[in-house]
């Protein structure tokens, strides 16, 4: 394929050989080509640098021939050696902003074309919501903003044809329907908003927005809503990798309150999978809860990891249980979330495929065993937040 001046392919370079340089043969061949180029190949993935995205990206490489564009602020959670191995891939490309830079965004909708956006950026953890909630509104609320005008304005610029198979895709989360008592029924895809932590009022706030775009402009929307992730790749601050990484290191296992709130957690690969499926297949418009029929109280959870670390790293004096320590509860913290995963099983066909045994073993594995990518991501910036937090 043709390269441009920047290095990037150029498809249908044959137009130069047919008609002069300024001629309306020209002018009408390259509009027609434009319309007819295939547009299928990119998807612009928005926080691809991430615990979540990096997964999407690795896996997409792996099992379809798409071009991904991963565009990416490198905050403290953005973490470019999770894409070591295809850094060199010819259809990957990485792109270092803010998604709030909107003339960024305009240049690069145009140079590159995406038939579709998958956008996971955001500030993720609701711990760091309650202590500055600030970020949480510029990437999650503004920053969406941004994405979707800027988007908006390069959808109504397409061909007829390539705005019908256009998608937006919003990576959202079950957190935005608030708390479940025990008894009650899973969160379904009719379920009032009722956000209760900073992080979670700021997904709901971009949910809204990406419902209006649909609405009133069109905008061939999907949104996501999913539970609780685990895998590789996860920042230390969320509950499972601190706590196998705790327990390998012998230091408490702090546990909130009373250790009884429940999440339903997800093997993070069945999710990207999920969100693959849905931009395969879901109806533009709607949104699907993504969950893993896997609902655990924080205490088993973590219990858990203490007998997979004794199992594999072999016992060193008492076994991890005796780390857990019971800790001050986070202010206003959801008791329950359960997932109603049934609509996008009956209507694409997903369902996870991971048991929790399994994938819990294969995440306290990865980590036990990638030494190298815990060192780096547990240096500065992060050894500073675990002392503050844990502090008071
Ligand atoms: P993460 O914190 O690991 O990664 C977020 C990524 O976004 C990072 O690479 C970061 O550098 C990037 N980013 C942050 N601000 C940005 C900005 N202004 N511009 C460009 N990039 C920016 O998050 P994650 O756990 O991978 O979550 C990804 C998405 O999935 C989020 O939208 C989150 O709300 C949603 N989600 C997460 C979970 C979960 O359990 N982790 C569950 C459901 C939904
Ligand atoms: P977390 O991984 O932060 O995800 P979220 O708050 O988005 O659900 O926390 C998962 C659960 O674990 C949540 O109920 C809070 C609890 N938790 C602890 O008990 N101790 C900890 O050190 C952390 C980080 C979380």
Not at 30 to 54: H, K, P, Q, Y
Not at 87 to 97: I, L, Q
Not at 209 to 230: K, Q
Request: glycine share 6%; hydrophobic share 35%.
């Amino acid at each position: 394929m043709h390269q441009q001046e920047d290095g990037k392919p150029r498809p249908f370079c044959l137009q130069w050989t047919f008609a002069g340089a300024n001629s309306p043969a020209r002018i009408q061949l390259v509009v027609w080509l434009r319309n007819f180029r295939d547009m299928e190949n990119t998807i612009l993935v928005t926080g691809g640098a991430g615990f979540i995205g990096s997964n999407f990206i690795l896996q997409r490489m792996e099992r379809a021939s798409d071009a991904i564009v991963n565009l990416d602020k490198l905050t403290y959670a953005g973490n470019l050696h999770n894409l070591e191995s295809i850094a060199n891939d010819r259809r990957y490309e990485f792109v270092h902003a803010d998604i709030a830079d909107r003339a960024l965004l305009r240049g690069l909708l145009e140079r590159r074309e995406p038939r579709a956006i998958v956008h996971f950026a955001a500030e993720s953890h609701v711990d760091r919501s309650i202590r500055e909630p600030d970020d949480f509104i510029r990437t999650n609320v503004d920053g969406t903003f941004a994405l979707l005008e800027e988007v908006r304005a390069y959808w109504n610029g397409l061909a007829k044809p390539h705005r019908a198979d256009f998608r937006f895709l919003h990576v959202s989360t079950d957190e935005v329907y608030g708390s479940l008592g025990s008894a009650d029924l899973a969160f379904s895809e009719t379920t009032a908003y009722a956000p209760n932590s900073p992080y979670a009022a700021s997904k709901a706030a971009s949910d809204h927005f990406v419902r209006a775009y649909h609405h009133t402009y069109g905008l061939p929307v999907l949104t996501t809503n999913c539970s609780n992730n685990y895998g590789r790749f996860q920042f230390p601050e969320k509950l499972i990798p601190l706590m196998i990484l705790n327990a390998r290191d012998g230091n408490p296992l702090p546990v909130y309150g009373d250790g009884q709130n429940v999440r339903d957690w997800l093997f993070v690969e069945d999710h990207c999978e999920a969100i693959a499926t849905v931009l395969a297949r879901g109806r533009v418009g709607q949104t699907y809860n993504i969950g893993g029929w896997n609902e655990k109280r924080n205490i088993d959870i973590v219990e858990t990891i203490c007998d997979i670390v004794d199992e594999i790293a072999g016992l060193r004096g008492a076994p991890c249980r005796s780390l857990i320590t019971f800790v001050k509860d986070r202010p206003g913290h959801d008791r329950r979330y359960a997932m109603d995963a049934s609509k996008i099983e009956r209507e694409l066909g997903w369902r996870p495929l991971e048991t929790f045994e399994t994938g819990i073993r294969k995440t306290v594995s990865w980590y036990l065993e990638h030494e190298e990518w815990v060192r780096d991501v547990t240096s500065g910036s992060y050894r500073q937040w675990i002392e503050t937090h844990y502090s008071s």
